[in-house]
């Protein structure tokens, strides 16, 4: 199990205008702690386990999960028993049962000890972060762990487990990494859910994994990528390297550094081309509308939604507790919220993309380009072959777009529409290279 716990401490250093303005930061020194119970799932008690799911499910659901658990048989080999201990290992609802078996430890934490108010406790399965400030209120807060720990019959991995400090710039560290608190190691960074997270909380840590990690999956999906279509590339993407920035985009909404803003905005086009297969030098317009994603526009809806669902959970938990808690705090430092966020800017992407074959790329390709009939290194664009080799090349959006009218005309299959499409877009590529190769035989003549 891995248990992350951010402590946070206020300093008395003044933090610097253009210092971290996320909601952590403005005027603290943040502590992160990160503990790893080893095999959570296989140590969780089935008796104490059902008796927490009292009042949380019906009766006939828990008999049934405890009638179903009383049947799980482990066997190796010839040998063979019954467990009374973990939730099943791949079970759907393993999580959910195991959020319920720990949620006694965040009332110790929250409401019985008060050390963290409650929106300080973040819990996903066995990865768990509490934010607190000070030095004493990370050793209660690791001390409750560990004897919450010894009671439920789970192991705290001391090495495993990590306290980062979180500072505001120019701010003096209370902790040196290498330094042990109560067992555990300082370090200077490290990745909650995805996402790393260091000691100034920018996204310096996140785009090094971002390239490095798209890199890898783009090198292992080469063969497949070189095949496919674009539509095909992009839902790989999609797939595979729309996530890495989603995680980032809580750190890039509260990043107040323009430059790393622009770095993350540039990884995703570097990321995209890199993916599509499309060359370098392709105009951003182009990549913007093919793509689709926009961070800045995401980051501000998701940070939205954020904020309405801890809006809603501190309303359901000042009911249940008879307790306020201010989610204000959290989102208060953040001007993000006072501008209007726009809901757009999704769909046009994967429409443009969907069903263009693999040749569209190689005509955005050709499209970018240096002219070979021109001395003067000018880019071969749409305007440059009609306005100085009177030659009627669309810009590659345009015969995109062309392209999916003409395939919304046909009744067909799938396959029917990119054979349209490449048709359509392979007759270009032809006529765009034919006026390549005249180029070179008329250089080589003269
Ligand atoms: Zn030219």
């Known amino acids: 199990m ?7 401490k206020r300093t008395k250093s003044q933090p610097s205008q253009d210092s971290q303005s996320s909601n952590f930061t403005q005027e603290k020194n943040l502590f992160r702690l990160d503990k790893k119970l080893k095999v959570a799932y296989n140590l969780v008690r089935q008796s104490v386990l059902f008796k927490r799911l009292v009042g949380i ?17 482990i066997r190796l080999g010839k040998y063979s028993f019954r467990p009374n201990a973990g939730v099943a290992q791949g079970s759907v609802i393993s999580p959910y049962l195991f959020d319920i078996f720990i949620e006694d430890l965040f009332k110790e934490i929250v409401l019985n000890k008060k050390l963290v108010p409650m929106q300080n406790v973040l819990a996903y399965a066995d990865d768990v972060l509490v934010v607190c400030s000070g030095l004493g209120k990370l050793k209660d ?5 560990e004897q919450w720990s010894n009671v439920n019959g789970m192991l705290l991995n001391r090495k495993k487990s990590a306290v980062v400090e979180f500072l505001p710039r120019y701010a003096r560290s209370d902790v040196y990494r290498g330094q042990q608190i109560m067992g555990i190691p300082v370090e200077t960074k490290y990745k909650y859910l995805g996402v790393w997270l260091n000691q100034k909380l920018n996204l310096d840590p996140q785009l090094v994994h971002i390239k490095r990690k798209s890199d890898f999956i783009r090198a292992s999906l080469g063969p497949v990528l070189s095949k496919c279509s674009l539509g095909y590339r992009k839902n790989l993407w999609d797939l595979f ?8 985009l ?26 599509c297969r499309i060359s370098k030098t392709a105009p951003d317009v182009l990549i913007h509308r093919l793509c689709g994603y926009d961070v800045d526009n995401r980051g501000k ?25 201010n989610i204000l705090d959290i989102f208060s430092m953040s001007e993000v919220y006072q501008e209007e966020v726009l809901l757009e800017t999704e769909n046009g992407g994967i429409s443009l993309c969907k069903e263009i074959p693999a040749v569209g790329v190689e005509y955005i390709n050709l499209m970018t380009k240096l002219c070979p009939w021109c001395p003067a290194k000018s880019i071969m664009n749409a305007r440059h072959l009609r306005e100085t080799h009177n030659k009627e090349f669309p810009e590659p959006l345009i ?15 799938r396959v029917a529409r990119l054979l349209l499409a490449h048709k359509r877009i392979k007759k270009r590529v032809d006529l765009l290279n034919k006026f390549l190769v005249e180029a070179s035989g008329n250089n080589n003549g003269v």
């Open 241 to 248: 390297v729309r996530p890495l920035f989603e995680f980032t």
């Open 301 to 325: 809806t998701l940070c939205q939604e954020q904020r309405a669902k801890w809006q809603r959970r501190s309303e359901k938990w000042s009911r249940i507790y008879k307790e306020k808690i």
């Open 399 to 413: 015969l995109f777009e062309q392209v999916r009218k003409e395939q919304s005309l046909i009744k067909g299959t």
């Open 57 to 73: 499910l019906d009766q006939q659901e828990i008999d049934f999960l405890r009638a179903m658990y009383s049947r799980n048989v």
């Open 141 to 145: 807060i690791i001390q409750t762990v």
């Open 2 to 8: 891995r248990r992350r716990i951010i402590f946070e």
């Open 250 to 275: 809580p750190i890039h909404t509260f990043e107040p550094a323009a430059t790393r803003k622009d770095k993350l905005r540039r990884l995703v086009k570097y990321t995209f081309k890199s993916f």
